[in-house]
């Protein structure tokens, strides 16, 4: 469903990487490994369609994303390393915004749920700002559970998180990929996505 | 209709963001209403120098005080990710900048047509000249905030971006302060003030129509 193929990245006068290709089904899932500065969200973000890559081409259910750019947004669920919440919004306002922005009408009881699950139910009403690092990161996974996407796009979904947090994401990536959805993940720590699930690892280096 | 869903969701979130942060807001209309207020004390009470000078005077005020915030249009959503989400969006992403453009009119551009009056009866402008005033600016200030926002885009990320859209933006507002300011000029010298709101307008429909669009085009080369 997730094709990439001859991907290259140039930042400034270095080859980030070259020559990348991928293919990624329903149920399988994607690692990427590599130190800093090795490209792995230089990859995600072509990947997601935000920058475009040097050479090559992203493909989505066989088409190019740049030319179904709606559906395939529709079909992805991308969560950068930045926090993405605004800091004077409470966790529901911004999850209300992101939603609607999105096209989708979005219950305030579904977001409560939501952010039940993710155990931020008794922040649910307090602006960003005054959130923790992790607190923030769990506030916006609780977007996986709102908005159904098949392919979700996740950099570093661990930073910051404690272990029963980790633990909790880790299920719902499994949960995720058990219904035919897929997956693609940089992290420093291994992810633990259960014996099942199919995947790969792609490991980046620095370029010399 | 999704579309409009979302351009109303990015309105009200630009709306809710600003009642809960409002000094950046209240720094630009201070700063329309002070210098509109020294300008009369500094020149001395001349009525006729003063009627002469109204127009020019409140429209170029109306246009540096749009400049002092436009910087920050898109670079706090910048900043913090929420552009990203944005241009992910499966909803066109000039349809939501419409929202955050209309959002940025109506808390920058509205309240200095609404201020109008009260500052115009500094300048001793008579009850139908601060009419048509009124009229100009609220015309010509969504033209400012669209123009702008082009610059606001085109600028992010760039270092000293605040300096950098002024001087982008600067030469396109040029257009419409000619023609706002000489719409209230023409009408007091007794010339009518009809060809120039029929420019102003002519304007502000090429802009509302090109500019969501351009400012699309430039946040996604900001954003590679």
């Given at each position: 469903m997730l094709a990439a193929s001859n991907l290259s990245c140039i930042r400034g006068t270095q080859t980030?990487?070259?020559?990348i290709n991928l293919q990624l089904d329903a149920g399988q899932w994607l690692y990427l490994q590599g130190e800093?500065?090795?490209g792995k969200t230089s990859l995600l973000r072509i990947l997601a369609g935000l920058s475009l890559p040097a050479e090559g081409e992203v493909l989505w259910q066989n088409a190019p994303i740049a030319q179904q750019r709606s559906q395939y947004h529709q079909d992805l669920l991308y969560i950068g390393?930045?926090?993405?919440?605004?800091?004077?919004?409470?966790l529901t306002e911004n999850l209300q915004a992101l939603c609607r922005m999105d096209g989708l009408r979005i219950s305030d009881a579904a977001i409560r749920e939501a952010l039940t699950r993710m155990g931020l139910a008794k922040r649910q009403?307090?602006?960003?700002?005054?959130?923790?690092a992790g607190q923030k990161r769990r506030g916006l996974l609780a977007r996986a559970l709102l908005r159904p996407a098949k392919l979700w796009i996740l950099d570093?979904?661990?930073?910051?998180?404690d272990i029963n947090a980790i633990a909790d994401v880790q299920r719902l990536l499994k949960a995720h990929l058990a219904s035919g959805g897929l997956l693609v993940l940089t992290s420093h720590q291994t992810p633990d996505?259960?014996?099942d699930a199919p995947g790969f690892i792609l490991n980046l280096s620095v370029p010399r | 209709m999704p579309v409009l869903a979302a351009y109303f969701a990015a309105l009200q979130r630009d709306l809710l963001l600003v009642m809960r942060r409002k000094t950046e807001v209240l720094t630009a209309l201070f700063f329309f209403v002070i210098v509109t207020t020294l300008l009369p004390l500094g020149i001395g009470p001349e009525p006729d120098l003063l009627r002469k000078i109204a127009p020019g005077a409140m429209w170029i005020a109306a246009l540096l005080a749009t400049l002092?915030?436009?910087?920050?249009l898109f670079a706090a959503d910048h900043a913090d990710g929420t552009l990203e989400q944005m241009v992910l969006s499966?909803?066109?992403?000039s349809v939501l900048v419409a929202g955050k453009i209309t959002a940025h009119w109506l808390v920058c551009g509205l309240p200095l047509v609404l201020l109008a009056p009260v500052i115009g009866l500094q300048f001793d402008l008579p009850a139908d000249a601060i009419g048509i005033l009124m009229l100009s600016l609220l015309i010509g200030t969504p033209l400012l905030s669209l123009l702008g926002a082009i610059g606001a885009a085109l600028t992010?990320?760039?270092?000293?971006s605040a300096l950098l859209v002024s001087l982008l933006v600067m030469p396109l507002y040029i257009p419409t302060l000619i023609f706002g300011a000489g719409a209230v000029e023409s009408y007091i010298a007794g010339l009518g003030a009809s060809g120039h709101f029929s420019l102003l307008g002519a304007l502000l429909i090429l802009a509302a129509a090109f500019a969501p669009w351009a400012t699309t085009a430039a946040l996604r080369i900001s954003l590679e």
């Open positions: 980030l990487f070259n020559d800093n500065g090795a390393h930045q926090a993405g919440l605004k800091e004077d919004l409470t009403h307090l602006p960003a700002r005054v959130l923790s570093e979904p661990f930073n910051a998180l996505l259960g014996i | 002092l915030g436009l910087q920050r499966p909803e066109p992403l992010l990320g760039a270092r000293g």
